[in-house]
């Protein structure tokens, strides 16, 4: 019937009528969404005098669950159950999915019928038989669990067995036959079951403990199981609402993914598509790790596409770099391709739009064309001859337009209350050479028109991008409708933000520009050449981005910390140990006589146990430790070196300060006189490490160390206005003449390693064969101190 007719019926009462019971009737009647449906659906039932409970149950089911690609076929469905063909839930669900999988598409009703079990009628026997077989196989975990086995999944393999038995009977037979077997229900039955007693846990302190990210779920350990197969890509992607209250529900013809699929062969097609405007940052390796690995993870594929429309901004220098990210990073692109490869796929396509009547050549200058989208105006050339609009846009295919006073716009809803619906350019003039192109156009694509268009001609089977381009869906959809193109799988997911930096590119190429940072691989950026520089795995960003998971929440900023912790967990196993001073001072070791040297073993690994996890390190009476391990008075809480007092230095000789050499101010201390403990009797608590003199009045090898703090003070710098001022000063320290372990001399650029009691290092490629340069990677979680580890 016509939904006028409805208008002025009761919900309330209506709802009564057909067995639903106050409480959900007056739920219902707080969704308007359900409400409408359910008024519809019962009315296209012809119910609305009432119907039994049960039919009423399954109505209510198809007005909240029915799939919206198949509305045209609602009615039949709906004769089926008010005439009692379909009865039960399972024959409901099994509607469903035949009409998902049918669409709008004609279908024969013997396929219908035999797929919902359509007069298919399972005897008492047949229960009661099924129920025996399932009841011996279980029997033994019955009799353990008694009255509290798990009815629900006895009467799932019964529904696997009888897909259409009443499911009212399968339950009355299956407590029937508990009673059978187990007999009364006893108190026991009713007491919850004892947990065993548990020995008590270890105090762990707690800094570790939050360190520690908790045990993965299956989602974390395979995060793409929320993406659909392509075989599923023919359901409704999403419904656009127009402002004259007609909806289009963009989805797939039966025709159109058979064609797709064919050409696919069923597998995953995925794309990373990267302007090729800057370098990239932390956040595009989450795009990266969703796309390529869920390519990866189903066995397909993932192009490496550059998005270069806007011949203005693209640089070779971005589009080398970018190539050499991703592969650094572990993905392995399918194909390289780039937007302007198929610029004359996109031009033709447009003026086959503008044939359709969905676009036309517009004259407004931006600044009122922003007006007009303000105001929800149409432009005066909205509604021009199409003809006119052809031999416009051909004008300025050839180069007869002046730059900036005509674009071609698409024919969308200027009432629509998405602004991304308010007729967005496709194309725009641009007399600048292409960086990839060359000079064979002067009008170029829009972002809006290309990205869609361009991911349907790949084959695209998911559209992966970040939550801001939500609002753009519908037009991604409703431009591939209009053409009558293949429409991929779009989901949204959350953008990666990064306490203590920026990530804008504008925000990004003011600090390289204007000298706030030493480049776009500075190791204080986040961008993915600064991480590296700093030391940075590949593996263990993208163990950082598998963590956080493909999400749409879009609330939350991620600690630095987090993605410090993956840093630490994977240097700790693949950096090896040294030692290396950034602040030396000088111990005299007196009763080691002068000249001589003693070579000693040291761990590159905590737990080395071969020759090869060893190196040596020279032990002579002048060594040098850290400038902080000493104080003139000592404390109980402190674990270094004072007057009178014994350390360990590691992997060598407990030594006892016996003297202190003090500069004219009386406080300085130029150096230390100390005696070391040959026999290692002496126990003492502090373990320090140090680099003595190679040979008598040989100083140890210099080397350089950078140490890299947070670029900014405050966690979220990019809501502030002065963002600049936020600039942390001590975000780069530089020691010139650290001492190191004579083994370090042969470390080569990219080398990682961890200065023990310091953090990780890696050997920077400013480093000279005179000196070395370190940058440090991340501090130590713990230092030696107490522990004396």
Same mark, same amino acid.
């Given at each position: 019937?016509?939904?006028?007719?409805?208008?002025?019926?009761?919900?309330?009462?209506?709802?009564?009528?057909?067995?639903?019971?106050?409480?959900?009737?007056?739920?219902?009647?707080?969704?308007?969404?359900?409400?409408?449906?359910?008024?519809?659906?019962?009315?296209?039932?012809?119910?609305?005098?009432?119907?039994?409970?049960?039919?009423?149950?399954?109505?209510?089911?198809?007005?909240?669950?029915?799939?919206?690609?198949?509305?045209?076929?609602?009615?039949?469905?709906?004769?089926?159950?008010?005439?009692?063909?379909?009865?039960?839930?399972?024959?409901?669900?099994?509607?469903?999915?035949?009409?998902?999988?049918?669409?709008?598409?004609?279908?024969?009703?013997?396929?219908?019928?035999?797929?919902?079990?359509?007069?298919?009628?399972?005897?008492?026997?047949?229960?009661?038989? *099924?129920?025996?077989?399932?009841?011996?196989?279980?029997?033994?975990?019955?009799?353990?669990?008694?009255?509290?086995?798990?009815?629900?999944?006895?009467?799932?393999?019964?529904?696997?067995?009888?897909?259409?038995?009443?499911?009212?009977?399968?339950?009355?037979?299956?407590?029937?036959?508990?009673?059978?077997?187990?007999?009364?229900?006893?108190?026991?039955?009713?007491?919850?079951?004892?947990?065993?007693?548990?020995?008590?846990?270890?105090?762990?302190?707690?800094?570790?403990?939050?360190?520690?990210?908790?045990?993965?779920?299956?989602? #974390?350990?395979?995060?793409?199981?929320?993406? =659909?197969?392509?075989?599923?890509?023919?359901?409704?992607?999403?419904?656009?609402?127009?402002?004259?209250?007609?909806?289009?529900?963009?989805?797939?013809?039966?025709?159109?993914?058979?064609?797709?699929?064919?050409?696919?062969?069923?597998?995953?097609?995925?794309?990373?598509?990267?302007?090729?405007?800057?370098?990239?940052?932390? &956040?595009?390796?989450?795009?990266?790790?969703?796309?390529?690995?869920?390519?990866?993870?189903?066995? &397909?594929?993932?192009?490496?596409?550059? !998005?270069?429309?806007? =011949?203005?901004?693209?640089?070779?220098?971005?589009?080398?770099?970018?190539?050499?990210?991703?592969?650094?990073?572990?993905?392995?692109?399918?194909?390289?391709?780039?937007?302007?490869?198929?610029?004359?796929?996109?031009?033709?396509?447009?003026?086959?739009?503008?044939?359709?009547?969905?676009?036309?050549?517009?004259?407004?200058?931006?600044?009122?064309?922003?007006?007009?989208?303000?105001?929800?105006?149409?432009?005066?050339?909205?509604?021009?001859?199409?003809?006119?609009?052809?031999?416009?846009?051909?004008?300025?295919?050839?180069?007869?337009?002046?730059?900036?006073?005509?674009?071609?716009?698409?024919?969308?809803?200027?009432?629509? #209350?998405?602004?991304?619906?308010?007729?967005?350019?496709?194309?725009?003039?641009?007399?600048?050479?292409?960086?990839?192109?060359?000079?064979?156009?002067?009008?170029?694509?829009?972002? !809006?028109?290309?990205?869609?268009?361009?991911?349907?001609?790949?084959?695209?089977?998911?559209?992966?991008?970040?939550?801001?381009?939500?609002?753009?869906?519908?037009?991604?959809?409703?431009?591939?409708?209009?053409? #009558?193109?293949?429409?991929?799988?779009?989901?949204?997911?959350?953008?990666?933000?990064?306490?203590?930096?920026?990530?804008?590119?504008?925000?990004?190429?003011?600090?390289?520009?204007?000298?706030?940072?030493?480049?776009?691989?500075?190791?204080?950026?986040?961008?993915?050449?600064?991480?590296?520089?700093?030391?940075?795995?590949?593996?263990?960003?993208?163990?950082?981005?598998?963590?956080?998971?493909?999400?749409?929440?879009?609330?939350?900023?991620?600690?630095?910390?987090?993605?410090?912790?993956?840093?630490?967990?994977?240097?700790?196993?693949?950096?090896?140990?040294?030692?290396?001073?950034?602040?030396?001072?000088?111990?005299?070791? *007196?009763?080691?006589?002068?000249?001589?040297?003693?070579?000693?073993?040291?761990?590159?690994?905590?737990?080395?146990? *071969?020759?090869?996890?060893?190196?040596?390190?020279?032990?002579?009476?002048?060594?040098?430790?850290?400038?902080?391990?000493?104080?003139?008075?000592?404390?109980?809480?402190?674990?270094?070196?004072?007057?009178?007092?014994?350390?360990?230095?590691?992997?060598?000789?407990?030594?006892?300060?016996?003297?202190?050499?003090?500069?004219?101010?009386?406080?300085?201390?130029?150096?230390?006189?100390?005696?070391?403990?040959?026999?290692?009797?002496?126990?003492?608590?502090?373990?320090?490490?140090?680099?003595?003199?190679?040979?008598?009045?040989?100083?140890?090898?210099?080397?350089?160390?950078?140490?890299?703090?947070?670029?900014?003070?405050?966690?979220?710098?990019?809501?502030?206005?002065?963002?600049?001022?936020?600039?942390?000063?001590?975000?780069?320290?530089?020691?010139?003449?650290?001492?190191?372990?004579?083994?370090?001399?042969?470390?080569?650029?990219?080398?990682?390693?961890?200065?023990?009691?310091?953090?990780?290092?890696?050997?920077?490629? !400013?480093?000279?064969?005179?000196?070395?340069?370190?940058?440090?990677?991340?501090?130590?979680?713990?230092?030696?101190?107490? &522990?004396?580890?």
């Amino acid at each position: 019937m016509p939904r006028e007719e409805t208008s002025g019926a009761d919900p309330l009462e209506l709802f009564l009528k057909i067995g639903l019971d106050e409480r959900t009737a007056k739920n219902t009647i707080a969704n308007n969404k359900v409400t409408a449906n359910l008024t519809a659906v019962i009315h296209e039932a012809a119910v609305a005098d009432g119907c039994s409970k049960t039919v009423g149950n399954l109505l209510y089911t198809v007005a909240t669950k029915f799939p919206a690609n198949a509305l045209v076929h609602r009615p039949t469905l709906l004769q089926y159950i008010v005439s009692s063909k379909i009865k039960t839930p399972a024959q409901l669900d099994a509607a469903f999915a035949f009409f998902s999988n049918t669409a709008s598409e004609k279908f024969k009703l013997n396929e219908f019928e035999e797929a919902c079990g359509v007069g298919v009628e399972v005897s008492v026997q047949e229960i009661e038989g *099924t129920v025996n077989d399932i009841f011996e196989e279980k029997k033994s975990s019955i009799l353990e669990q008694r009255y509290r086995t798990n009815v629900g999944e006895l009467f799932g393999h019964v529904r696997k067995k009888l897909p259409w038995a009443d499911p009212k009977i399968v339950k009355q037979i299956i407590d029937t036959k508990l009673y059978q077997l187990l007999g009364e229900r006893t108190a026991a039955d009713d007491e919850k079951p004892s947990k065993k007693k548990e020995k008590p846990v270890k105090v762990v302190d707690k800094k570790t403990v939050a360190d520690a990210p908790a045990p993965p779920s299956e989602e #974390d350990l395979n995060p793409f199981l929320i993406f =659909p197969q392509p075989e599923d890509n023919f359901k409704v992607h999403t419904e656009i609402f127009f402002s004259n209250g007609s909806v289009l529900r963009c989805g797939n013809t039966k025709e159109m993914l058979e064609k797709h699929l064919k050409l696919t062969g069923g597998k995953v097609f995925t794309r990373f598509p990267p302007e090729p405007n800057g370098y990239l940052h932390i &956040g595009h390796a989450k795009a990266m790790f969703v796309s390529f690995g869920l390519a990866k993870e189903r066995g &397909g594929n993932c192009y490496l596409r550059f !998005d270069d429309t806007n =011949p203005e901004a693209e640089k070779k220098e971005y589009i080398d770099h970018i190539k050499e990210i991703v592969d650094w990073m572990g993905w392995k692109p399918f194909k390289i391709t780039y937007a302007s490869d198929y610029f004359q796929e996109l031009y033709d396509l447009a003026v086959e739009l503008i044939r359709r009547g969905h676009a036309y050549v517009d004259h407004q200058t931006p600044d009122e064309i922003k007006e007009y989208r303000e105001k929800k105006m149409n432009s005066p050339w909205r509604d021009r001859p199409i003809e006119e609009s052809l031999k416009l846009f051909d004008d300025m295919r050839r180069g007869l337009i002046e730059e900036g006073k005509a674009t071609l716009r698409m024919k969308q809803d200027m009432q629509s #209350d998405n602004f991304n619906m308010y007729d967005l350019i496709a194309y725009r003039i641009k007399f600048t050479p292409h960086p990839h192109a060359g000079d064979k156009w002067c009008i170029y694509p829009s972002y !809006d028109y290309a990205h869609c268009i361009v991911d349907s001609l790949e084959n695209i089977t998911h559209s992966l991008c970040t939550l801001e381009f939500e609002t753009r869906r519908a037009s991604y959809y409703w431009l591939l409708h209009a053409l #009558d193109l293949y429409q991929p799988y779009v989901w949204e997911y959350s953008r990666l933000n990064v306490t203590n930096t920026v990530m804008s590119k504008r925000k990004l190429n003011r600090l390289v520009t204007d000298k706030w940072v030493d480049g776009w691989d500075d190791p204080r950026l986040m961008t993915l050449a600064g991480l590296r520089r700093r030391g940075v795995t590949s593996t263990s960003i993208n163990a950082f981005v598998r963590g956080i998971g493909i999400t749409r929440s879009d609330s939350s900023t991620i600690r630095l910390d987090r993605l410090e912790y993956h840093i630490r967990e994977e240097l700790n196993k693949t950096a090896p140990r040294t030692m290396v001073v950034l602040n030396p001072l000088k111990v005299v070791i *007196t009763n080691l006589e002068a000249g001589s040297v003693l070579d000693l073993d040291a761990k590159k690994w905590p737990d080395a146990q *071969t020759d090869d996890a060893v190196y040596k390190v020279p032990f002579s009476n002048t060594v040098y430790i850290e400038r902080s391990d000493f104080r003139l008075k000592d404390s109980k809480d402190y674990y270094g070196l004072a007057p009178g007092k014994s350390v360990l230095l590691r992997y060598a000789f407990p030594i006892n300060c016996m003297d202190v050499i003090l500069a004219d101010d009386k406080e300085t201390v130029l150096e230390i006189r100390a005696e070391y403990d040959p026999s290692k009797k002496t126990k003492p608590k502090g373990v320090l490490h140090w680099v003595a003199e190679p040979s008598a009045g040989v100083d140890p090898l210099q080397v350089e160390v950078r140490l890299f703090d947070k670029l900014f003070k405050s966690e979220t710098p990019a809501e502030l206005a002065d963002w600049l001022g936020d600039l942390n000063p001590q975000s780069k320290v530089v020691i010139p003449s650290a001492y190191a372990v004579t083994s370090l001399r042969e470390a080569a650029v990219g080398d990682s390693f961890q200065f023990e009691r310091l953090g990780y290092f890696m050997v920077d490629k !400013d480093s000279t064969t005179e000196k070395l340069v370190f940058n440090r990677t991340v501090t130590l979680r713990d230092s030696y101190g107490k &522990g004396g580890k």
